[in-house]
């Protein structure tokens, strides 16, 4: 059975630095791509990027960019969403999702999704 | 960024009752266009990829259709375990976009 398994709720500060996790199991980590996304009430499902486990290699949408970093550990078949300075905008639920792609083109829908981490970042 | 446009935002349905959801691209996404069900405190949930194909699990009450810019997703007969969210998502274009959902709501 495919699942994603991500860690639990967290309540930061403006400033503070955060790293949350994925954990995969029931296929191989190394073959599929890992997308992460934000949902908020007023923006709805943002789409902020995917990483292949399998190299590292990352791409991350515009709107993120230089704003967050993913990271995957094949070893324990984890991925990583990670700020180094939060903000009150970055109050949301995050979701991983699992994406297969073709040669690296990813056409694929989101398969199985992780059941959130709501990040709340308050003074 | 390709808009996803969905309609109605929500709607208000009997169980039995047939359930049309649409969802338009500011630009063709050909049919690289998927559909997920949402509930409450819930992740998302696939259920009809590349536009027309069944999810494996999901129900064959569900059906999607269409390619372009204009897509469809059917509810033929609707469930109590359907009443939920639907988001329209598009993976033609970088960045992936969604629609903003359609609430089905209990009549």
């Known amino acids: 059975e495919v699942r994603l398994v991500q860690s639990g709720a967290e309540v930061k500060k403006p400033g503070e630095s955060l790293k949350i996790s994925c954990k995969a199991s029931g296929y191989s980590f190394s073959f599929y791509w890992i997308a992460w996304l934000r949902q908020t009430p007023g923006k709805g499902l943002e789409w902020m990027g995917i990483?292949?486990?399998?190299?590292?290699?990352?791409r991350y949408s515009p709107s993120f960019q230089g704003q967050v970093t993913f990271s995957a550990d094949k070893s324990s078949g984890t991925a990583y969403l990670q700020w180094s300075s939060l903000q009150a905008s970055d109050t949301a639920m995050y979701y991983c999702a699992r994406q297969y792609c073709s040669t690296g083109i990813c056409y694929n829908p989101f398969d199985y999704w992780g059941q959130g981490t709501p990040v709340t970042v308050s003074s | 960024d390709i808009q996803m446009t969905q309609s109605p935002s929500s709607l208000s349905a009997s169980v039995g009752d047939r359930v049309t959801i649409t969802c338009r691209a500011s630009?063709?996404?050909?049919?690289?266009l998927h559909w997920y069900q949402q509930k409450p405190g819930k992740a998302p949930n696939l259920l009809i990829y590349a536009a027309s194909n069944l999810q494996s699990g999901v129900p064959s009450r569900f059906n999607g259709s269409g390619s372009g810019t204009d897509f469809t997703l059917t509810i033929s007969s609707l469930q109590p375990e359907d009443f939920a969210t639907y988001f329209c998502q598009q993976s033609s274009n970088t960045p992936r976009t969604f629609g903003q959902g359609t609430k089905v709501e209990i009549k």
């Open positions: 630009q063709s996404v050909s049919n690289f």
């Open positions: 990483i292949y486990p399998g190299d590292s290699e990352t």
